[in-house]
């Protein structure tokens, strides 16, 4: 399980250019790690490429926190 | 300069005069061409004469699906979407008062509307590459207004409006996004004018004359090359001097 929290916490290191401990389960894409609208869109782009999943976009705009993009990522593969 | 080996280009109209000759322009740049149109005949015709790196892909504009579609197909087929040309543009005239709901629909809905769902389709691959180019073929109509073209005019000027602020939103993704606004062309459409009717427009010209497909297609080329990298949100007016911004 916390394999999928790993990968996802990659993926934001490396896309928004934070440090890993930044990357908790409550931090906010937008108010604490620093995104903008469009890395937000770029986030669950990877997302969907890394986990092979479709993230529609309603569902993507309830994506706000790191602990929320693993949450449904980790529902979207069962 | 303006080297497009290796890119790949969607164009809209390409069964049309100023459509085809941009598409052949691209296409001698070294693009892979996707060349859409209603009009299967032509586009075949031009992908024959293109040879390699031709691809025909027809699509009707006012079917909303097959316009989501099309971007996917684009890419499958040439492997890759860096470019996209809206050209593919349609008129129904009418003084304003006499204009229907439909006349005013079917225009917005081809010319405006198909241009923004293609839009949206090639911005995610062109994120991805962090590469991009659009290219919306507007008229000089949208920025002067036009009797008898409320409803085109309408469509051109809010393609101008739709076209900054999507450029406003991925320039910092490397993709750009313009328009040219031409004005009288030769085409099929203007060849059908008379001599009265041609001379009344020459007259509005400061060069006298018409502008050729070809003179649009070099400005699309340019527009759609890495060395308009820093050129965004603008309006490329080609007109011969018959409005000055």
């Not at chain 2, 839009?119 to 920025?143: H, L, Q």
């Amino acid at each position: 399980m916390s394999d999928v929290a790993d990968r996802v916490r990659k993926i934001v290191v490396e896309h928004l250019g934070v440090e890993e401990d930044k990357v908790t389960e409550n931090a906010s894409f937008i108010d604490d790690l620093g995104a903008d609208s469009l890395d937000t869109v770029e986030l669950v782009m990877a997302f969907e490429e890394e986990f092979g999943i479709e993230i529609p976009d309603d569902a993507a705009e309830t994506i706000q926190t790191f602990g929320d993009a693993v949450k449904f990522i980790k529902e979207a593969q069962q | 300069m303006f080297d497009l080996t290796g890119k790949s280009a969607l164009v809209t109209g390409a069964s049309g005069g100023i459509g085809g000759a941009i598409a052949e322009a691209l296409h001698g740049a070294g693009a892979t061409v996707g060349l859409s149109g209603t009009r299967t005949g032509p586009l075949e015709e031009l992908a024959g004469k293109l040879g390699d790196r031709a691809h025909v892909l027809p699509c009707n504009l006012s079917d909303a699906e097959a316009v989501e579609a099309l971007p996917r197909q684009a890419a499958d087929a040439m492997g890759g979407l860096d470019i996209l040309v809206n050209n593919a543009g349609i008129t129904r005239d009418q003084i304003f008062m006499r204009m229907s709901d439909e006349d005013w629909a079917s225009v917005i809905e081809v010319n405006l509307t198909s241009t923004m769902r293609l839009c949206k389709g090639v911005i995610r691959p062109m994120m991805k590459a962090r590469w991009g180019r659009i290219v919306n073929i507007s008229s000089i109509v949208g920025a002067t207004g036009n009797p008898g073209q409320a409803n085109y005019a309408a469509a051109k000027a809010g393609m101008v409006g739709m076209s900054k602020s999507i450029a406003y939103e991925v320039a910092t993704r490397g993709i750009t996004v313009n328009c040219i606004a031409p004005g009288f062309i030769e085409t099929a459409m203007t060849d059908k004018l008379n001599d009265e009717q041609k001379g009344g427009i020459l007259g509005q010209i400061p060069m006298n004359r018409m502008g050729s497909p070809d003179e649009i297609a070099a400005a699309t080329l340019y527009l759609a090359s890495p060395e308009a990298g820093y050129v965004t949100g603008t309006v490329l007016h080609v007109n011969g001097g018959m409005a000055m911004f």
